[in-house]
């Protein structure tokens, strides 16, 4: 009888004890945690600042993530490493042209992020921007598989997504004039709230993605914002207009005669520009915030802001754009706030747009399929001590392939916690110690021991080619001598 009770005690006792475990490590909130996305398009560090509500009401609220980076550095890749969490080499989509074409043709989307959380029960959402060429082959109607809800611009129709666009709506094709009130970053407003609103109203749970278009080209503002930030000027580093760039690469070089000059004054145009449209994107983050409070449903959401790719606006003489391996181009905003994280925290491990899927999994408990190649950054979030990557693989172009869009610009690289290493198409190299170089003037490629060379090229092609579990082996495990 003694011994019944003493098992009894200590079975009791083992459950007391899991069920600690379980609080304080994982179950940070109820079942079924909802989950939002907030992606803009070519958003750079630089307007982070102007965006006055978001870095109040999420990274006041959350935390801010100061390494996380896009490892191929365009809209398309980036979005389909989002919803993978594969390197783009594993997804098959390097550059944006053709872009979604060949990801539905691949197949990509039928095991992708919405997938999986709708089998789990969730309502899945996305609002605004998809992939680069959507829908293109797939018919105007089309909806990709997961998503309950749908309301994707249709990108056949040139360069329109501020005005006179067109959305394919839960399979209606539905056009957008130049009126205010279809000012495309409102309208996505307005859907999300609702979309919230349904939701809570019948207890599921959901994953919301709101794919903005700002700040991207053309830079069209809200009529409301369209006077405001004359007077911005835009957040010059010692690589703006870098006096000498003889150690840059062909492609840079290449690339910085070929808008003709760009100046002081071309730089605080476009950041003036870039950041009127991001206002509406301020009122749209505070907006859903006041949705999920007004339902309940905040302390069980996560919020999460940042952005598809950075932007260069001047540094290495180089005109407006992205696509290269500079800080300024791979380096986005990230900020996140939910459940169990500190407010005010920050995380300064190397994370990526490869490691959201898997962390998004990992929040609502699903199950990865073995094709991930990133990591869930959960355990950083809760203050875990644990064994970090050390390196990521940044990536461009296809680079074998004849006719690619890009000429000699495909690389392929190595951004370290220390250092930055590149090797391009054309077989030029570039290496910054961004300790002692942060701004990436000097290239020290040239300068590099044979045998560190070796070592450099030997850990990035394995990474170049890596998939899943080896991948997150190699970013552990770089070569010795490599990383302090």
Avoid at 351 to 380: C, E, H, K, M, Q
């Amino acid at each position: 009888m003694q011994k019944k009770i003493v098992g009894a005690l200590a079975a009791l006792l083992l459950l007391v004890a899991v069920g600690a475990y379980l609080t304080t490590n994982t179950r940070l909130f109820k079942d079924s945690p909802n989950i939002v996305i907030i992606l803009t398009d070519d958003m750079d560090d630089a307007l982070m600042p102007v965006m006055e509500k978001t870095n109040r009401i999420i990274g006041d609220e959350g935390a801010t993530f100061t390494n996380f980076f896009i490892t191929t550095p365009a809209c398309c890749p980036s979005r389909t490493s989002i919803l993978r969490g594969q390197y783009s080499h594993n997804t098959g989509i390097l550059e944006n042209s053709p872009g979604f074409p060949l990801f539905y043709r691949l197949e990509r989307e039928k095991d992708a992020l919405p997938v999986w959380l709708n089998k789990a029960g969730y309502q899945t959402a996305m609002f605004g921007k998809y992939m680069n060429n959507y829908p293109v082959p797939a018919g105007w109607e089309y909806i990709p598989p997961g998503w309950t809800d749908w309301a994707a611009f249709i990108g056949v129709t040139g360069n329109r997504f501020y005005y006179d666009y067109t959305l394919n709506d839960n399979g209606t094709v539905v056009e957008y004039g130049d009126s205010p009130e279809d000012y495309s970053t409102d309208v996505i407003r307005k859907k999300s709230v609702q979309f919230i609103d349904k939701n809570a109203a019948d207890g599921t749970p959901f994953l919301l993605f709101i794919s903005v278009y700002a700040p991207h080209g053309p830079n069209t503002p809200a009529p409301r914002h369209q006077d405001l930030f004359h007077d911005l000027t835009y957040p010059q580093k010692p690589s703006f207009a870098e006096e000498d760039i003889s150690d840059k690469p062909e492609i840079v070089r290449a690339l910085t005669e070929s808008g003709g000059t760009f100046d002081e004054y071309d730089a605080n145009a476009f950041f003036q520009a870039r950041a009127r449209t991001m206002l509406a994107v301020d009122e749209l983050v505070e907006d859903v915030v006041r949705t999920l409070e007004r339902n309940g449903q905040l302390e069980n959401t996560y919020i999460i802001f940042t952005s598809d790719n950075g932007f260069h606006l001047g540094e290495h003489r180089l005109p407006s754009g992205k696509a290269l391996p500079y800080e300024e181009d791979i380096r986005v905003p990230f900020l996140i706030r939910g459940p169990g994280i500190a407010p005010g925290s920050q995380v300064t491990q190397l994370t990526a747009n490869i490691d959201l899927a898997p962390t998004i999994a990992d929040i609502v408990s699903v199950r990865t399929p073995a094709f991930v190649d990133g990591r869930s950054f959960l355990p950083l979030l809760q203050g875990a001590d644990v064994n970090w990557r050390k390196g990521l693989l940044i990536e461009f172009g296809y680079m074998e392939t004849e006719g690619s869009a890009i000429g000699a610009g495909g690389f392929r690289g190595i951004r370290a916690e220390t250092f930055v290493f590149v090797e391009y198409e054309n077989g030029e190299l570039e290496y910054y110690d961004l300790v002692a170089d942060p701004y990436q003037l000097e290239n020290m490629a040239g300068r590099l021991s044979a045998p560190t060379l070796a070592l450099l090229r030997e850990w990035l092609d394995q990474l170049r080619e890596c998939e899943a579990n080896t991948c997150r082996e190699l970013e552990q495990t770089p070569p010795a001598g490599i990383v302090d």
